[in-house]
């Protein structure tokens, strides 16, 4: 008798149950491998390291299109397409398992492999921090032996084709093998809540972020003039909340850092180098000032860009303390997770506020924004000068070294451009016609803002309402009032002029390499 012919559907249909088997040992490593790593180093963690190794080898393309497409939410991108991914491969290792028990297993080992090399890479990982991984990949790999076994093994076509009827009564091999994988689901769930609950516990930053009080400025900041906040409804606020202050920073995960742990390390082209901790900053005379801080990857109009009140120690003194060489141009800054950032030796040793900073608007650095210290410095794109969770200062030259990003094609000195941007109405919104207030926010860090206009539909160009300036190193509010604007769509557009007199760039670029430039224009409706 001739064998039915097999259709693709009879197989797919087939190899389900050892996808299933594939997909739910993946599940049971990662749960492993996580819970354990709770009990490691930052770097411990295979799906977090494995993300960050993604990220580094990116091509830069593709982390700025992240960027600009999803914004803050890049990070939860990349683990929704990892797991994606994984799911997937761990699919196809079943199905190869079921078929050949010996190639799965050396694909599930050599994987587990490459991610222990991700672990060990991660800056601050040490050897032990493979272990979870190794345990994840050895339960994982047992767990898929377990359901593989429970299964038929392939079947010879002929099986294939009368499995269709199986389904309807289910024989006990089948109730076994699913009511097996059911459990190892389950525990899998189970353990990755636990991972997520143990590793908030042992967050001993978090904790004691919030036992910590600020010491007082020994230079307070010069109190904000009235008047820095445009008199206009929707208008931003001119500090930004810390919970509202953007976020940029390659870290997957925000690194736990002990400020009793913490130590600061000044080194390289000096004549002295040393290091300091956490308590030496509590007792040094700090001093307090509102900075705006800028992203290179801000589009036109975008709001990559944030004014807090800083609380830190000059970087100017700490530099003097250790005495740079003739030679030395650049300050390499390193964080506890690997990223660095190069700034200019210039810019961090004139009279501006460039601080090593522990406290924004009146508290300890939120976790995200840098916990205990982070650079801040006026004028700078935060890519080459606003490290976080910083750890490491070297003191050297831009023709030794590269950054983070210049490494990856972006410019090496990272000036802040003039930039102006219309927040009320908001693009594409509709307002009643008749008297509207327009208003918005301009910046050119460590410059100033001293003029900005704004342009209706074709008209002329005239001069906004600038608010306050608080100083040259925040943003600047500024606002237009019109008694009448005629129903129907509008455009407006908005340019500034620096405290140099110079008039921001109109030709539009993209933010690669160093910062996008053209005027921001809005439409809207009136009526
Ligand atoms: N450790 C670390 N610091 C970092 C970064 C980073 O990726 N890692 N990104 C920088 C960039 S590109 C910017 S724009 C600022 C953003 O600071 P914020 O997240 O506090 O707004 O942090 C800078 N400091
Ligand atoms: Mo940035």
């Not at 930052?42 to 960027?67: C, D, K, Q, R």
């Not at 683990?79 to 010996?102: K, S």
């Not at 002929?158 to 289910?170: I, K, P």
């Not at 250790?322 to 210039?346: I, N, Q, Y």
Request: hydrophobic fraction near 50%.
């Amino acid at each position: 008798m001739a064998a039915p012919p097999v259709s693709k559907a009879a197989v797919v249909t087939a190899w389900m149950p050892a996808m299933l088997a594939g997909i739910v040992s993946a599940a049971v490593l990662f749960a492993v491998a996580e819970l354990a790593a709770a009990f490691f180093g930052p770097a411990a963690s295979p799906f977090g390291s494995v993300g960050a190794a993604v990220v580094e080898l990116s091509p830069t393309g593709l982390t700025e299109f992240a960027i600009s497409t999803f914004g803050t939410a890049d990070k939860l991108v990349l683990f929704i397409a990892m797991g994606i991914a994984a799911a997937v491969l761990a699919a196809g290792i079943g199905v190869l398992a079921l078929r050949n028990w010996t190639a799965g297993a050396l694909v599930v080992a050599a994987l587990g492999t490459g991610m222990a090399v991700c672990v060990l890479t991660r800056a601050g990982a040490v050897p032990a921090d493979a272990i979870p991984t190794a345990l994840g990949t050895a339960v994982g790999l047992f767990c898929l032996r377990w359901l593989i076994r429970l299964l038929p093994g392939p079947a010879p076509a002929t099986d294939v084709a009368e499995s269709g009827t199986t389904s309807q009564r289910m024989d006990p091999d089948r109730r076994r093998f699913l009511a097996t994988a059911g459990l190892m689901a389950g525990a899998a769930v189970v353990m990755g809540i636990a991972a997520g609950a143990v590793s908030a516990a042992r967050n001993g930053a978090r904790q004691v972020r919030e036992a910590l009080g600020l010491p007082a400025p020994a230079r307070p900041a010069k109190p904000l003039p009235k008047g820095v906040q445009a008199p206009v409804d929707g208008a931003i606020p001119f500090v930004t909340p810390n919970t509202e202050f953007y976020r940029i920073d390659t870290a997957l995960f925000v690194p736990s850092v002990d400020p009793a742990q913490w130590k600061l390390r000044v080194h390289g082209l000096v004549e002295e180098d040393f290091s300091i901790g956490f308590q030496d900053l509590l007792e040094a005379d700090l001093v307090e000032s509102y900075t705006t801080l800028t992203c290179v990857s801000n589009e036109v109009g975008g709001g990559l860009a944030g004014n807090a009140r800083w609380l830190g120690y000059p970087l100017r003194k700490l530099l003097a303390r250790a005495r740079p060489l003739p030679e030395a141009d650049m300050v390499l800054s390193t964080s506890v997770d690997g990223f660095t950032a190069s700034t200019p030796l210039a810019v961090l040793t004139d009279a501006r506020n460039a601080l090593l900073a522990i406290g924004m608007n009146g508290e300890p650095l939120p976790l995200e924004h840098g916990f205990p210290v982070r650079m801040v410095v006026p004028g700078l794109y935060g890519y080459v000068s606003a490290t976080k969770w910083v750890v490491d200062l070297e003191i050297t030259r831009f023709a030794d070294k590269t950054a983070y990003w210049t490494s990856r094609g972006w410019s090496d000195h990272g000036p802040i451009k003039t930039a102006s941007r219309i927040d009320v109405p908001r693009d594409g919104s509709r307002i009643a016609a008749g008297r509207t207030a327009f208003a918005g926010t301009a910046w050119a860090q460590h410059r100033g803002i001293s003029k900005v206009q704004v342009q209706l539909d074709d008209g002329d160009w005239v001069d906004a309402e600038l608010a306050a300036e608080a100083s040259v190193d925040t943003w600047r509010q500024w606002y237009w009032v019109l008694d009448g604007v005629s129903a129907g769509q509008h455009r407006l557009r908005v340019r500034a002029w620096d405290g140099d007199g110079t008039l921001q760039t109109e030709t539009p670029a993209p933010p690669a390499p160093d910062g996008a430039s053209g005027w921001h224009s809005i439409e809207f409706t009136a009526g």
